[in-house]
C-alpha cells in the first residue's frame, strides 16, 4: 500500500495563492467598542401624489383583465382565494381549540400525592331523622298516624316497603304513600265545638268533664253543612287541637286528622286566634302599646299582638301563639281583671252562628 503526501506550499511565500479580494477592515469608530454605535439615518417616506393613486387605481382592473385573457388568476381571485384559506385556518383553529378545551374538560385533575387529602366522613345513620318526623315535617300526616302506616306496610322508601317503626332515612328520600293510607286520612273527622263555660279541654281533672263528652247525636247543630251523621268511630283517636280555660267559652277544635293538629298547634304554627274580652279596671298608661307588643311571660317575651277596644268594656284580642292563661295574665299586667272570654275564629274558621254546647263537622272545603 502507497502513500502519497500533497506538500502544500507555506503561507506568505511565493508559491502561495493570493486572495482574490481584500479584507474590508472596519472604521475606527466601529473598533472603538467604548463609544456608542452611530445612530441610522431616519428613513423618508415619500407620499404618492393623487396622481399616482388615481393611476394605480386605474392600472388595477386593466391588469385584472389581462390575467383573465391570459389565463391567470388575477387580484380578486388571490384576494377570494386568501380568504378562503384564512377562514380555513380559523375553523382549523377554532375546532382544534374546541376540541382541547373539552378534552381538558373531561380531563380528570391530576392530584399532587404529596397534597394532603381531606378524609371523607362516613354517613352516621344515627344522625339521619326518622322516617315518621319526615313524613309529619312534609305535611304527610302526623307523626302518630306515620306510626300506624309504617306498621301496616303503607309507605315506600326509594322504592322498598318500611315496615319497621323508627327506621332513620335521607331526609330528601323519595316517599310513596299506599291508597289505602289515603283513604284512611279521608275518613279522618274534625270536630268544631262550641265549648261552654265549666268543661275543660283536654282530659278530666278537679270533677270537671272534658269537652269531647258534649259530642254526642243529640248535640249535633241542625244546621250542619256538611249533613254528615253521627257514628261512634268519631272517639277513636279524636284530640282537641289547642285549649280553652274552664272559665273561657268559644270555638275549640277536635280532630282526628294529625296534619290539622300540627297547623294549629305546632311548634312553628302562625294562625291567628281572635278572642273577645270583657274587662273591669283601668287601664294603665301605655297599657294598650304593651298589650300589642311589650310584655313578657315568664321571662319569655311575647309575639306582637293586635289589640282594640270592641266597647267601652271589651277588648278584641287577636294572638298567634297560645300560652298558658296568656290573655288574663297579659291584662294583669296592664291594670286590668278579665271577666269574660270567648274565642270566636281560629285561622278562617269562624264560630258563627253555631250555639253553645253544640257541635258540627268541619267541611271538605274548609282550611284553617
Not at 83 to 107: I, M, P, V, W
Not at 154 to 178: F, H, M
Not at 220 to 248: C, M, N, V
Request: a positive charge; glycine letters at 8%.
Amino acid at each position: 500500500m502507497s502513500t502519497i503526501k500533497l506538500n502544500k506550499p507555506p503561507v506568505g511565500s511565493d508559491e502561495a495563492p493570493k486572495r482574490s479580494k481584500p479584507v474590508r477592515r472596519a472604521s475606527p469608530t466601529l473598533r472603538d467598542r467604548t463609544q456608542p454605535p452611530p445612530k441610522p439615518a431616519p428613513k423618508t417616506v415619500e407620499k404618492a401624489s393623487s396622481a399616482d393613486r388615481q393611476n394605480s387605481h386605474t392600472e388595477k382592473p386593466a391588469r385584472q383583465e389581462r390575467s383573465r385573457q391570459e389565463g391567470k388568476p388575477g387580484d380578486k381571485a388571490y384576494a377570494r382565494k386568501d380568504t378562503r384559506n384564512e377562514s380555513r385556518k380559523e375553523s382549523r383553529n377554532d375546532s382544534q381549540h374546541h376540541s382541547r378545551k373539552e378534552y381538558n374538560a373531561d380531563r380528570p385533575v391530576r392530584r399532587d400525592d404529596a397534597t394532603p387529602r381531606r378524609p371523607v366522613a362516613p354517613i352516621d345513620p344515627d344522625a339521619q331523622p326518622r322516617l315518621s318526623k319526615v313524613m309529619a315535617d312534609r305535611g304527610l300526616c302526623s307523626r302518630r298516624e306515620a306510626d300506624d302506616w309504617i306498621v301496616n306496610g303503607w309507605v315506600k322508601v326509594n322504592g322498598e316497603i318500611i315496615e319497621a317503626l323508627g327506621t332513620r332515612i335521607d331526609p330528601d328520600a323519595e316517599i310513596i304513600i299506599s291508597t289505602y293510607a289515603k283513604e284512611y286520612q279521608a275518613e279522618n273527622v274534625t270536630i268544631l265545638l262550641h265549648k261552654p263555660v265549666g268543661y275543660v279541654s283536654g282530659q278530666a281533672e278537679d270533677g270537671y268533664e272534658p269537652a269531647v263528652v258534649l259530642v254526642k247525636p243529640e248535640n249535633q247543630w241542625s244546621e250542619d253543612p256538611t249533613q254528615k251523621t253521627f257514628h261512634r268511630g268519631i272517639y277513636h283517636g279524636l284530640a282537641p287541637a289547642g285549649r280553652l280555660d274552664i272559665d273561657s267559652t268559644g270555638l275549640l277544635v277536635l280532630t282526628q286528622d294529625g296534619r290539622i293538629a300540627r297547623v294549629l298547634i305546632g311548634d312553628d304554627s302562625s294562625v291567628e286566634k281572635e278572642y273577645l274580652v270583657r274587662v273591669e279596671g283601668e287601664l294603665s298608661a301605655n297599657g294598650m302599646a304593651k298589650l300589642n307588643h311589650g310584655l313578657s311571660l315568664d321571662g319569655v317575651q311575647l309575639k306582637p299582638a293586635k289589640v282594640s277596644w270592641q266597647n267601652e268594656d271589651q277588648l278584641r284580642f287577636v294572638l298567634r301563639e297560645g300560652r298558658k292563661r296568656q290573655i288574663r295574665r297579659m291584662c294583669e299586667l296592664v291594670g286590668l281583671k278579665v271577666v269574660g272570654l270567648k274565642r270566636i275564629r281560629i285561622g278562617r274558621i269562624s264560630l258563627g252562628k253555631l250555639p253553645a254546647g253544640q257541635w258540627r263537622y268541619l267541611a271538605a272545603n274548609e282550611k284553617f
